[in-house]
């Protein structure tokens, strides 16, 4: 079993940057896909992007350019490194393990606002 604890949410302004972490309890090398998620009030969930195990990453477009996914296995962590922030970006952020979605983390929230 795996339990993911998320870290690095905050408030920021438009325009600035945070970097969200991930840390798995178990080992993430075995897990191909890690991803994360957000989730605005009002709103389901929405897939933001996502790292296999071999690096390749996918993105919704609204974020494409801004945000980088990445993993480090070695620490057992994933990272979302969030740049050029936009109010609309506002939400609660989650890890999750893919494609089975069996795994996910409480969530970090980001507030971007000026």
């Known amino acids: 079993q795996v339990q993911l604890v998320e870290s690095g949410g905050g408030l920021v302004q438009p325009g600035g940057s945070l970097r969200l972490s991930c840390v798995a309890s178990?080992?993430?090398?075995?897990?191909?896909?890690m991803g994360w998620y957000r989730q605005s009030a009002g709103n389901p969930r929405e897939f933001i992007a996502s790292?296999?195990?071999?690096?390749?990453?996918i993105y919704v477009n609204s974020v494409k350019g801004r945000f980088t996914v990445s993993r480090d296995n070695a620490k057992n962590t994933v990272y979302l490194q969030m740049n050029s922030l936009k109010p609309e970006d506002t939400a609660v952020y989650y890890c999750?393990?893919?494609?089975?979605?069996?795994?996910w983390g409480k969530g970090t929230l980001v507030t971007v606002s000026s």
């Open positions: 790292v296999s195990s071999s690096g390749n990453t």
């Open positions: 178990g080992s993430i090398a075995s897990i191909n896909n």
């Open positions: 999750v393990t893919l494609p089975d979605l069996n795994y």
